[in-house]
């Protein structure tokens, strides 16, 4: 049974600096591998998309790699910003086209 | 292009009703998932429609279903309601389901959520 774990639960950081969100998975079979953000109250919204093929994907500050063989993920976030607080949630699509979500990093940046 | 809309945005019903939740995907998607986010599970699969069929479907009891109509429209309905089923309720759209082996992005555009308060 696939398990998506995300660690730590919650962060802070000061503003500017860089930081690293660690999504792991138990079962490498995947189909791929998204990223969200969601705001207090709100849907999510997808931040980047990495097929099983690939090993990253890179969008302005983010950076998403994917390394199937160790089951894991990270989001890389460059300069962070405070509008960077929300909670960060990796999701996994398998073969049969369920999506399974880990529980998501909570994330807070200082002014 | 206007975004995932969900409707009504919240909602408070007593155990034992029964209630239905609105999904209107992005012109074009044909494809519709429900989650349930709870505090503690996190987001969970309810279930996934495509062309008015459903491909795919979690591990949530008979109580909970869901239909999709041919202008893609989704509906998910949970009947008996208990206090249990209080959540945030996401529906997703995508313009393809997933393909093995193909080249297509399913990324997944999400609604608002319905937020449902079971009393």
């Known amino acids: 049974k696939q398990e998506v774990t995300q660690i730590p639960a919650a962060l802070s950081v000061p503003e500017g600096e860089n930081l690293v969100l660690n999504c792991s998975f138990t079962?490498?079979?995947?189909?791929?591998l998204q990223w969200f953000r969601q705001d207090p109250g709100k849907g999510l919204t997808s931040l980047l998309l990495?097929?099983?093929?690939?090993r990253e994907q890179t969008s302005g500050r983010l950076n998403a790699s994917l390394d199937k063989s160790s089951g894991r993920s990270t989001l890389y976030i460059a300069a962070s910003q405070p509008g960077d607080s929300a909670t960060y949630l990796c999701?996994?699509?398998?073969?049969?086209?369920?999506?399974?979500f880990g529980k998501g990093t909570r994330l807070h940046i200082l002014p | 292009k206007a975004g995932v809309t969900q409707t009504p945005r919240y909602l408070i019903k007593t155990r034992g009703q029964q209630v239905t939740l609105s999904c209107s995907p992005i012109?074009?998607?044909?494809?519709v998932s429900w989650y349930q986010q709870t505090p503690g599970q996190g987001l969970q699969f309810l279930f996934e429609?495509?062309?008015?069929?459903?491909?795919n479907k979690g591990n949530f009891p008979g109580r909970f279903s869901g239909r999709q109509f041919s202008n893609s429209r989704s509906e998910m309905n949970v009947s008996t309601l208990e206090l249990g089923d209080s959540a945030l309720y996401l529906c997703?759209?995508?313009?393809?389901?997933?393909?093995?082996?193909?080249?297509?992005?399913?990324?997944?555009?999400f609604g608002p959520g319905t937020r449902l308060t079971v009393l």
């Open positions: 997703a759209s995508t313009s393809l389901p997933g393909t093995s082996g193909g080249a297509y992005t399913d990324t997944q555009y």
């Open positions: 079962d490498s079979a995947i189909y791929n």
């Open positions: 990495i097929q099983s093929s690939q």
């Open positions: 999701a996994v699509k398998l073969r049969d086209d369920k999506i399974i």
């Open positions: 012109s074009g998607h044909r494809s």
């Open positions: 429609y495509f062309s008015e069929t459903q491909r």
